[in-house]
């Protein structure tokens, strides 16, 4: 397999976590869908296994929602659940009553609360709470995000297709999975082009 055709077929994560187990990539079960994606761009472009990210975010034997969440705890056994994200909602709306949820803003608290303890800072529940409250209230554009296939597709859909709908941009996006070229906005709207 080329680059370029890793890159025109869409893969869920478990095919990518297979697929890299596959190839000899160290701890492939415990990446991400864009760490496992750079990995295997590398190996297919250069033959070389690179060392993948090490970190032992979920070391902790009890999770923290089971201790119970406040403000003071230290982040050990942090759970991506819906108990975990209503606490973030309650609290960030007690600092900043009205808050709207702003699209993007879990992703990127996530990859900061991961930062903040891969750099050995001491973070708590109430740091992260503030800190998706700056991230909600932000109103500058976030980063797009490099792996983010789905939500950039999306986002440049809906930003480009006046007054579509959601469902319109799924339908189109279920499509262009299956097409094969890079998956995104420009390379759907070029293909659609050709076929006229």
């Known amino acids: 397999m080329t680059v370029t055709q890793f890159d025109h077929g869409y893969w869920y994560a478990t095919e990518l976590k297979d697929f890299a187990k596959k190839l000899g990539i160290p701890s492939s079960s415990k990446l991400r869908k864009d760490e496992l994606e750079r990995a295997i761009r590398i190996f297919l472009r250069t033959g070389a296994i690179v ?23 230290p982040v050990v056994g942090y759970i991506n659940n819906a108990e975990t994200k209503h606490f973030l909602d309650l609290e960030a709306q007690k600092l900043a009553p009205g808050l709207k949820r702003r699209s993007g803003a879990r992703y990127r608290l996530n990859r900061w609360r991961e930062a903040q303890i891969l750099k050995g800072v001491h973070v708590t529940y109430g740091d992260l709470v503030k800190e ?39 339908k189109a996006w279920s499509k262009l999975k299956s097409m094969d070229v890079p998956k995104t906005y420009a390379a759907w709207v070029k293909a659609r082009s050709r076929k006229r």
Not at 51 to 73: C, E, I, M, Q, W
Not at 147 to 152: E, F, L, Q
């Open 51 to 73: 060392k993948t990210p090490t970190r032992n975010l979920s070391a902790a034997t009890k999770r923290d929602v089971d201790l119970g969440l406040h403000l003071d705890l």
């Open 132 to 170: 998706y409250v700056r991230l909600n209230q932000s109103t500058e554009p976030f980063a797009r995000v490099p792996h983010g296939r789905y939500i950039n597709f999306m986002s440049d859909f809906l930003g480009a297709q006046t007054g579509a709908a959601k469902e319109q941009a799924i």
